[in-house]
């Protein structure tokens, strides 16, 4: 059974930069789009953006473009997110997920909170 | 970017009722990459349809979804008590991939 499991700091300060990792466990990071997508408290879900596996490709929602880089690392299965100069307006549980293109996503890690304030 | 609306913000119903909700695209789905996500609180998303009217792995049959186009319906046929929950559309033929806001079927 496919495992995802995002980590990273909890608290973010305004102006800084937000860092996750996504650990894959339980089967191959190899052969899928691996994604990041958020969800502010309280509404809906945010489509940040996602990466092949051997990084050849990565897409990213033109609202985020200029501050995400999403990287992966297959030696280590996982993936990271990196989201500059946080607002508020950036708090959200983000979740990792694996995106199989036209079969959709299909696994989910449990999400983690990053609120940013100082 | 392509915008989808899910109606009705909010469906009450008792469980054996059929739910209807509905999923309109600003433009055509390319391909017919549309799916559906079920949300409970505190979880992540699980995806229930997948290429409009596709189920996943493990889901009920009383989950079905069609539609083409720009008009899209997810009908869960007699409700059960875990089914209450949020529901999201998803476009996924385009870039940037969208998410409708969600219906909430709730306990009528």
């Known amino acids: 059974q496919v495992q995802l499991q995002e980590s990273g700091p909890g608290l973010v300060k305004p102006s800084e930069t937000l860092s996750l990792t996504c650990t894959v466990s339980?089967?191959?990071?190899?052969?899928?789009?691996w994604s990041w997508i958020r969800q502010p408290p309280g509404k809906g879900l945010e489509w940040i953006g996602y990466?092949?596996?051997?990084?050849?490709?990565?897409s990213y929602n033109p609202s985020l473009k200029s501050r995400v880089t999403i990287s992966i690392d297959m030696s280590k299965n996982h993936f990271s997110l990196r989201l500059t100069s946080v607002t508020a307006a950036d708090t959200a549980v983000y979740f990792c997920?694996?995106?199989?293109?036209?079969?959709?996503?299909?696994?989910w890690g449990q999400g983690t909170l990053v609120t940013v304030s100082s | 970017e392509i915008v989808l609306t899910q109606s009705p913000g909010t469906l009450s119903l008792s469980p054996g009722e059929r739910a209807t909700l509905s999923c309109r695209a600003s433009?055509?789905?390319?391909?017919?990459?549309l799916a559906w996500y079920q949300q409970k609180p505190g979880q992540a998303p699980g995806l229930l349809i997948y290429?409009?009217?596709n189920r996943a792995t493990g889901v009920p049959d009383r989950f079905s979804g069609s539609g083409s186009g720009t008009d899209f319906t997810l009908t869960i046929s007699r409700l059960e008590p875990e089914d209450f929950a949020v529901y999201y559309c998803?476009?996924?033929?385009?870039?940037?991939?969208?998410f409708g806001g969600g219906t909430k079927v709730e306990i009528k």
């Open positions: 997920a694996r995106d199989r293109g036209q079969l959709a996503i299909d696994y």
């Open positions: 339980g089967g191959s990071i190899n052969n899928y789009y």
């Open positions: 990466i092949y596996y051997n990084s050849e490709y990565t």
């Open positions: 433009q055509s789905v390319s391909s017919s990459f």
């Open positions: 290429e409009v009217s």
């Open positions: 998803q476009q996924y033929g385009s870039s940037p991939l969208t």
